[in-house]
């Protein structure tokens, strides 16, 4: 067996042009999406994701306005510029990007966000919103990841998905959003016994821990749909996903590569919350949603 590649890049490029439309539509009503990212130092990495998510909105027509910040910023200047964002109109989503300078309380910074405004959908009323299976924001890369398994007609209700990783912006709302999508629901951390007992079990196996492969193939149930959200640089600058794509492949039915897998999906979705918060504004549309259409 030979997994079939789920292209990642297709799959976005096919939501960025139904957002287009969207946005098309709010033009009609004298609406420009805007989105507001802040960024706070100069790590590269984080420097390089948000050019990526900045061009990916000035192509569908969303105003992206970029705001470097000095790593020296104190909490209360940083809370301060937050909140003027949440009352300028022309903001429709604000996106903190992580990670802040360590004398940053993060959390705290996140919860000055207007949840309204919270396309990231880490504050804490849209995270109790995915718990209870209501309308949300929900967060970008987990909330991709279904849209994906959704795009492959990949069936959720009744199968038994394993998430490797317990993080807050991807283990823990994947699994929950899996299990509001009617899976069973295991999830792995380092502190997992005999960890490929368990993800031989999976139909949906999403690996999200950032240890480059990690998951061998002789880990993977023979048919199993693998989804790699893992992105590790490896000493010779290529990149790696936390699965050995090659070992997977042979067993798997269908498996996400690194990159061009999960993570165009993660700036669509991010794309489509932005919009989604223009349309409510517009009153084109009621509460956050979950759904594309």
């Known amino acids: 067996m030979t997994a079939a590649i789920i292209d990642g890049k297709a799959i ?37 994701y948000v050019r990526n998510k ?20 104190s909490q209360e200047t940083l809370a301060a510029f937050v909140r003027r964002l949440n009352a300028d109109p022309a903001v429709h989503g604000i996106l903190v990007q992580l990670p802040l300078p360590r004398h940053i309380d993060t959390r705290a910074v996140i919860e000055t966000i207007a949840p309204e405004k ?27 990841v279904m849209k994906m398994l959704e795009h492959e007609g990949v069936p959720v209700e009744g199968a038994h998905a394993v998430v490797v ?13 899996l299990l509001n999508g009617g899976a069973t629901v295991t999830i792995c951390h380092s502190k997992t016994r005999d960890l490929p ?17 990690l998951i061998r193939g002789d880990m993977v149930k023979p048919g199993a749909v693998v989804i790699d959200v893992g992105i590790n640089r490896q000493p010779d600058g290529k990149l790696s ?10 067993v ?21 919350n932005t919009v989604k918060s223009a ?11 979950t759904r594309i259409t």
């Not at 909105?57 to 969303?62: D, H, K, L, V």
């Not at 996903?241 to 042979?250: I, K, P, Q, S």
């Open 12 to 48: 976005a490029a096919g939501i960025r042009a139904e957002l287009g439309i969207r946005v098309a539509r709010l033009a009609g009503h004298g609406v420009v999406p805007g989105l507001a990212v802040i960024i706070a130092g100069n790590d590269p990495a984080s420097a390089i």
């Open 54 to 73: 900045a061009r990916a909105s000035g192509e569908i027509g969303i105003r992206s306005e970029v705001h470097a910040l000095d790593a020296a910023i």
């Open 165 to 177: 990783g317990r993080s807050t912006i991807v283990g823990k709302p994947m699994a929950l959003l």
């Open 197 to 213: 007992s368990m993800t031989r079990q999976a139909d949906i196996l999403v690996a999200a821990v950032g240890r480059a492969r």
């Open 118 to 144: 919270d396309v990231d959908g880490f504050h804490y009323f849209n995270v109790g919103s995915l718990v209870t299976g209501e309308p949300a924001f929900y967060p970008c890369t987990p909330w991709g």
């Open 252 to 272: 798997a039915s269908r498996i996400t590569p690194v990159p061009g897998g999960v993570g165009p999906m993660t700036i669509a979705m991010l794309l489509a």
């Open 279 to 289: 349309e409510r504004v517009a009153g084109l549309g009621g509460r956050a949603e």
């Open 241 to 250: 996903g936390d699965v050995d794509f090659e070992a997977a492949r042979a």
